[in-house]
């Protein structure tokens, strides 16, 4: 019986989240990132750079404080939820969109960004519009509000396991556009010269926002003061214009993601 109440003991230890005082008190902070998402998280050099990346160094400083540490771990986007649920992160970091489904699993802190589904295509096709689209095969990747907003339009999908492997199938001609977040498919264009988004706000939009275990109250509200300080501060206007609008070359209009009018009624 006693070996059973151990063994019931550690397993729910390992599932329960570190609080924030917890955290506090260990200066240390576990936040999951993707690994290569420019502009948003990568790699340079060996270390990790990116909006992610300063947004959680910022958030750390102001939370845990001057000298708290972080130790970034790397997920992906079918693995963001378990690892929260296991404890492995403290949060996540990592184009999280809020979605109802997600929200009976894991907590969502206020949003930080707003994003709609584009469509990245080759240049030498010239689609403007989704109704050229009707009849081909958009690639979409799984379980994402880009396939909600394709099924809704009624055309024709196929899947891909992440948004690399759409990539990959739509320059081997295995589709006739890429559809996804169009913060991540402005990003292609700019890497690769043959592509462009010329079609960038259809469906609803969504809110990426930082996931943490559920019921971790203190460290919810934590980070929903820190989001709103930093919108008041204006942090999202200043890395906006600082990193995202350079890096996507002025095609990335603003007023598609940023919230600051909305976070403006908490004075």
Same mark, same amino acid.
Request: charged share 25%; net charge negative.
């Given at each position: 019986?006693?070996?059973?109440?151990?063994?019931?003991?550690?397993?729910?230890?390992?599932? +329960?989240?570190?609080?924030?005082?917890?955290?506090?008190?260990?200066?240390?902070?576990?936040?999951?990132?993707?690994?290569?998402? #420019?502009?948003?998280? $990568?790699?340079?050099?060996?270390? *990790?750079?990116?909006?992610?990346?300063?947004?959680?160094?910022?958030? !750390?400083?102001?939370?845990?404080?001057?000298?708290?540490?972080? %130790?970034?771990?790397?997920?992906?986007?079918?693995?963001?939820?378990?690892? /929260?649920?296991?404890?492995?992160?403290?949060?996540?970091?990592?184009?999280?969109?809020?979605? $109802?489904?997600? %929200?009976? /699993?894991?907590?969502? $802190?206020? #949003?930080?960004?707003? &994003?709609?589904?584009?469509?990245?295509?080759?240049?030498?096709?010239?689609?403007? $519009?989704?109704?050229?689209?009707?009849?081909?095969? &958009? /690639? &979409?990747?799984?379980?994402? %509000?880009? %396939?909600?907003? /394709?099924?809704?339009?009624? *055309?024709?999908?196929?899947?891909?396991?992440?948004?690399?492997?759409?990539?990959?199938?739509?320059?081997?001609?295995?589709?006739?556009?890429?559809?996804?977040?169009?913060?991540? !498919?402005?990003?292609? #264009?700019?890497?690769?010269?043959? *592509?462009?988004?010329?079609?960038?706000?259809?469906?609803?939009?969504?809110?990426?926002?930082?996931?943490?275990?559920?019921?971790?109250?203190?460290?919810?509200?934590?980070?929903?003061?820190?989001?709103?300080?930093?919108?008041?501060?204006?942090?999202?206007?200043?890395? +906006?214009?600082?990193?995202?609008? #350079? +890096?996507?070359?002025?095609?990335?209009?603003?007023?598609?993601?940023?919230?600051?009018?909305?976070?403006?009624?908490?004075?």
């Amino acid at each position: 019986m006693k070996k059973v109440f151990l063994l019931m003991f550690l397993t729910v230890g390992f599932l +329960f989240g570190n609080s924030l005082s917890e955290i506090q008190k260990n200066g240390v902070i576990r936040i999951g990132v993707l690994g290569d998402e #420019p502009p948003f998280s $990568s790699y340079e050099d060996g270390m *990790l750079t990116g909006f992610d990346i300063d947004f959680a160094k910022r958030i !750390v400083r102001d939370i845990v404080g001057k000298n708290g540490k972080i %130790e970034f771990v790397e997920i992906t986007a079918h693995n963001r939820i378990e690892m /929260l649920q296991k404890n492995q992160v403290d949060m996540v970091i990592a184009e999280f969109i809020i979605d $109802s489904d997600r %929200e009976k /699993l894991v907590d969502f $802190s206020m #949003p930080y960004f707003a &994003v709609n589904t584009g469509l990245l295509t080759n240049k030498k096709d010239h689609y403007n $519009s989704v109704s050229q689209l009707r009849g081909k095969t &958009v /690639l &979409v990747e799984g379980d994402t %509000e880009a %396939e909600r907003d /394709l099924k809704k339009m009624g *055309l024709n999908i196929k899947t891909c396991n992440d948004m690399f492997h759409c990539y990959n199938e739509l320059k081997a001609g295995r589709g006739d556009a890429f559809a996804g977040a169009n913060l991540i !498919v402005l990003a292609y #264009p700019i890497i690769d010269k043959k *592509l462009e988004v010329n079609v960038s706000g259809i469906g609803t939009a969504s809110y990426y926002a930082i996931g943490i275990q559920k019921g971790n109250a203190d460290l919810l509200n934590a980070l929903n003061q820190e989001l709103i300080n930093l919108s008041k501060e204006g942090f999202f206007k200043k890395v +906006f214009e600082d990193t995202l609008n #350079p +890096f996507y070359k002025g095609t990335a209009d603003k007023k598609y993601f940023l919230l600051d009018d909305i976070y403006r009624i908490f004075g």
